[in-house]
């Protein structure tokens, strides 16, 4: 569809709490994709309100997403950046999806047992034909990429099941897309559990550092990071949290692990400790300052959304009415 250019697609949930291990594992390096693919990000309030949302809230939190996405430095200009609610050839594709998707393979998905037993007042179908939309999303622009992180490795997946499928009946429809998971290497732990990832729904707001937290909240958050009994700034085995500090360092100052214990010898933990808190407030202080400057302006913000949809609207209605062609839906 785009000649000789590879598509890249990935959906982000409209929620302005993205965390350093977000910005480190992902957001920061969108800029070397739109290099080597036509990228498409999509705020993805649709799923969001498969669990209840207060609508004020899913509005402002849908400006701040894409406001702190261009913050982290997604030019708009090179990459496509809308709201999926605005092109309404996703509503439509998932539907049809949901007819050639089967009941069991919905059953199965990790994400719906957990998330049903987590809502278990509200098991809506929507929660279950999530990933049916998420596959319309992915496969209404020819996708050949989807960066994602593992836990939705299994929605990709299925995303290939169901292009497979409809391919087998209906030829040459939907391009087949490969997922890609973020190398572990540049997992973020939690500050609370270095054993867990860094999740921005932990309920422990000293476990996870976000973009927008402020200088004095992120040091005071490092400073309490959990280590171990030690005295010795190293990078080893069962030193989780150690580890996890060293990584961080490393990811915000471009040094070495090697680098970083010599420059720690002879250190405590407490030093440490401040030097990352700073390193990390040092590097959001600009982003932030832009996502402030971003948000400040809803018109342009609009705009840009507008932009966004228009250019997405066009590859979407391509696709979705060659679905429509082949499944026999009479054309005007
Ligand atoms: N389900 C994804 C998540 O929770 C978000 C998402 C929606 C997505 N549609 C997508 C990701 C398409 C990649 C591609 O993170």
Request: charged letters at 25%.
């Amino acid at each position: 569809m785009f000649q000789d250019q590879l598509v890249s697609y990935s959906g982000v949930q409209p929620s302005g709490n993205l965390t350093i291990g977000n910005y480190l594992g992902a957001i920061r390096n969108f800029s070397t994709y739109s290099e080597k693919y036509k990228c498409f990000y999509c705020v993805v309030d649709e799923h969001a309100i498969t669990v209840r949302q207060n609508p004020a809230e899913l509005r402002r939190r849908t400006y701040e997403t894409l406001a702190l996405y261009m913050a982290c430095g997604l030019d708009p200009d090179k990459n496509t950046l809308y709201v999926q609610s605005h092109v309404h050839e996703h509503a439509e594709l998932a539907w049809i999806l949901n007819c050639y998707t089967m009941f069991g393979e919905l059953s199965r998905m990790t994400q719906f047992k957990d998330k049903s037993s987590k809502h278990s007042d509200n098991i809506n179908a929507g929660l279950f034909t999530y990933p049916t939309l998420m596959a319309a999303d992915i496969l209404l622009y020819q996708t050949d990429v989807v960066p994602v992180g593992i836990d939705q490795k299994q929605h990709v997946e299925l995303c290939r099941d169901i292009a497979e499928r409809f391919n087998q009946l209906y030829p040459c429809t939907f391009t087949v897309p490969e997922p890609i998971i973020a190398k572990s290497g540049m997992k973020i732990m939690s500050l609370a559990d270095p054993t867990k990832k860094m999740s921005k729904s932990d309920e422990n707001v000293n476990a996870v550092v976000y973009i927008l937290d402020d200088r004095d909240t992120i040091i005071r958050k490092f400073k309490r990071a959990v280590t171990d009994s030690e005295t010795c700034v190293r990078f080893a085995e069962g030193k989780d949290g150690i580890n996890n500090l060293i990584s961080i360092y490393s990811c915000f100052t471009g040094k070495s692990f090697d680098e970083i214990e010599k420059e720690f010898a002879g250190k405590g933990y407490g030093d440490f400790k401040l030097a990352v808190g700073e390193v990390c407030a040092d590097a959001l202080s600009p982003v932030q300052e832009k996502f402030r400057e971003l948000l400040s302006d809803k018109a342009a913000l609009e705009a840009q959304m507008r932009k966004g949809a228009e250019e997405a609207s066009y590859y979407a209605r391509r696709t979705l009415g060659k679905v429509q062609k082949k499944l026999g839906f009479v054309k005007l």
